[in-house]
């Protein structure tokens, strides 16, 4: 008859416990070093130091090799649990001997002893799988990134669509007419010149007229696609023009120093200029500061009014445009408008060879 097994001694079970189980198993005293009273050889496989370097802080703490931004909130986590007699579960980092980080995960309780309070708990390394989590976020915010650059291309391919349309209606309606006007006047006079001179110089001043509209209106057109002030001065002087002709007080403080790429000022001066046109039709501000400069390795325009606030980014066109043509040289728009408290809008754009402030 065979005997029946005799239950092994709990030596040889918790030393079967800590080879075999996949994860470091661990007895530590409540203490700042944890210091470790029992680990399993695991924790050799995940950070590099055998077990015995641990035991009594022979040759290092354990808490000595949590990552110092991780270390902190370990300690608190594992104090609030114990204080709240329940486990603890929590993911940090711990630097290896090869001097890299592994990410593990650490679950554990407290247990009282008879003379002192212990931890009991086990440690898994779980670096591939944060690995794995971190390249399925990026792929996601790369695909997101993708998804808005696609999205802003239809949009700048329908303002441009629409801008042309625009173009062609103002060219129609404006000097198209004049011209037409100054066209039908001239013959007119011209037939006129030999029967009746007096009227003909009439009508030649009247046509004049009309080609002085047709030039005014073709300039209106020409600054709304590129202000030739823009070209000539600079940022600074085109944004004093939009400040003259806007119907509230505009103060412009200009503190670039120099000139900006011709694609990085365009950008910055339809941004203000958009912004400073919608704080003047919609805020109904009692004035408006606009800021141009440098920081960071970037140019930067801020528009601040003091009007009745509750602007968005997704309302209308015009702002969202902004936001388009931007991004494509690399820059962002903020926008702040609480209700009742006025807007600040800022448009930065990265400035190549730019030095950053400190």
Known sequence: MTKPLAPPEPASLLASLTCNVPGAIYRCTLDSDWTMHLIGDEIERITGYPAEDFIENRRRTYMSLVHPRDHRRVEREVWVAVEADRPYELEYRVRTAAGDYRWVLERGCAVQGHEREWLDGIIFDITDRRRAEERARRAEADAAVAREVADSRRRMMQAADDARRRIERDLHDGAQQSLVCALMTLRAGVRSMAGDPPR??????????????????????????????????????????????????????DELGQRLPTDIEAALYFSAAEAVTNAAKHANPTEVRVHIGRRNGAAFVQILDDGIGGASLEQGSGLRGLCDRLATLGGTVVLASPPGSGTTLVAEVPVAGATPTA
Not at 229 to 251: I, N
């Open 200 to 253: 003909a110089a009439e009508l030649l001043r009247v046509a004049d007229g009309h080609l002085e509209r047709s030039l005014q209106d073709l300039r209106d057109l020409a600054h709304g696609i590129h202000p030739s002030l823009l070209t000539a001065h600079g940022l600074a002087a085109a944004l004093g023009e939009v400040a003259a002709r806007t119907p509230v007080p505009v103060h412009v403080v």
